[in-house]
């Protein structure tokens, strides 16, 4: 297998500086050698190069970091990003459901998928946690695509047997459409399955207790949903479900919530809640531009800290704002701010990469740059624009990070680095 090494300023926080103090590693000067897609070592370029006589080694400018990990996004709402109107249950009737609905042509899905993975690509994002629709073709759509680039990419099609016209499957159909994806697409490249009922509010009962089956029967698949995002939602759950004691009983008591489950939002889930959810080893996907947009609510990530809650960061596009993870942890800040909590840079990062890895269960095999991960990077250039210029030269590392958070994007993405290969560029957009 042949070596190739990259040279270069690189960071990564494969641990969580929230628990560790030595999280953060970084190189002023490093070497990055990969080997059949992973990490062979990684070190300074001083120690490092002279244990790899002949080794082809490429100078890569800037900073590089390990490939961005978004824990929740929709690829059918690209084209519905930046919708003007409505909270949460009017945004999706009005604007969501009408734009999934054209998922049911293959063609629409064949063309969305192949957008959704060059935008991820040119935004640095090498893996993520994606809600498809209520048609199976649509994950077919996704997975043929992210398998031929390679990507690390989770999705599963949408369980919603109580969903509005046009856009249902039946409680029965719709976990056998599930069961044939799982077995079509099992161990096949770099993909993997979650449950995905939308809601606790478009799925019967019947639906529900399938998708515990399903989950219990397949212990390599996530349990991907929505939980405790808007205030109208968590009223109209309690109608629909009085036996209930709060939203997250309801995912308890069909089997829902485990160490493989990811809840999205969770932004106003009482302590008992937050509690519930760290003993079962859940986690939540914080999704700050969304619920900025959507006016959803300000995500308490110090008490699901303190409760001892896994947490990644979400996109949640069309809700979200922007594809970009940097941009996303800028927004995160903003939310720390409103509720009078400062996010580190460095934890901010640590949430982007390594700790949306350990969301989705894959803290062994990305988001840390660790030697025997897979060679997934970013090569980000903190001067990508006169602003970031003017904010980040000569200044020191955590100030030209935070600088890319608030003022980065796709722009400050150089290149994306997919198995130790280049994927996409700035200049040239994604390849296939
Ligand atoms: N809850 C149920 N469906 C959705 C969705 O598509 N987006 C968001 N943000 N929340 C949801
Ligand atoms: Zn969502």
Redesign the pocket.
């Known amino acids: 297998m042949s070596r190739h090494g990259f040279r270069g300023e690189i960071l990564s926080v494969p641990r969580d500086p929230l628990r560790h103090d030595d999280a953060i590693r970084h190189l002023a000067d490093g070497l990055l050698v990969v080997e059949g897609g992973r990490v062979c070592a990684i070190g300074p370029y001083a120690t490092l190069a002279p244990r790899f006589a002949g080794l082809t080694i490429e100078p890569l400018a800037g900073l590089i970091v390990p490939g961005f990990v978004d824990t929740h996004v929709?690829y059918p709402?690209l084209g519905a990003i930046a919708a003007h109107g409505g909270q949460?249950l009017e945004w999706?009737e009005r604007h969501?459901f009408p734009a999934e609905a054209a998922f049911a042509d293959p063609d629409h899905a064949a063309r969305m998928a192949r957008l959704f993975c060059d935008a991820l690509l040119r935004h640095g994002t090498t893996s993520a946690l994606v809600f498809a629709t209520v048609h199976p073709g649509s994950v077919e759509a996704l997975f043929r695509e992210a398998l031929a680039r390679d990507m690390r990419l989770i999705a599963g099609k949408v369980l919603m047997d109580l969903g509005p016209d046009g856009l249902r499957d039946g409680a029965e159909s719709g976990l056998a459409e599930s069961a044939a994806l799982i077995a079509r697409w099992r161990g096949r490249g770099r993909l993997g399955y979650a449950v995905t009922p939308?809601?606790a509010l478009t799925s019967s009962p019947d639906q529900l207790t399938g998708a515990g089956a399903l989950l219990a029967r397949h212990p390599d698949i996530l349990l991907h949903t929505?939980i405790a995002?808007n205030r109208a939602e968590i009223d109209a759950v309690a109608a629909a479900f009085p036996q209930d004691r709060d939203y997250l009983a309801v995912y308890e008591r069909f089997g829902l919530v485990g160490p493989r489950s990811v809840f999205a939002h969770g932004v106003h889930l009482a302590p008992d809640a937050m509690a519930r959810l760290a003993a079962a080893g859940s986690g939540i996907a914080f999704c700050p531009s969304?619920n900025l947009f959507?006016g959803s609510g300000l995500f308490d990530l110090a008490a699901a800290d303190a409760a001892g809650v896994r947490v990644g960061l979400g996109s949640?596009i069309g809700?979200g704002t922007s594809l970009s993870m940097l941009a996303t942890c800028g927004e995160a800040y903003k939310i720390g701010q409103l509720r009078g909590d400062t996010l580190d840079p460095f934890r901010a990062l640590y949430l982007a990469t390594a700790g949306g890895a350990a969301l989705l269960g894959l803290e062994d095999r990305i988001g840390g740059l660790r030697p025997g991960q897979d060679a997934d990077f970013v090569q980000l250039d903190p001067a990508a624009t006169p602003l970031l210029a003017l904010r980040t030269a000569g200044r020191p590392l955590a100030e030209r990070l935070f600088a890319l958070h608030v003022l980065g994007d796709d722009r400050a993405v150089a290149a994306t680095f997919l198995a130790g290969r280049r994927a996409a560029t700035r200049e040239t957009g994604a390849f296939r």
Request: negative net charge; charged residues 25%.
């Open positions: 929709h709402q949460l999706l969501i939308r809601f929505h995002e969304s959507l949640d809700a």
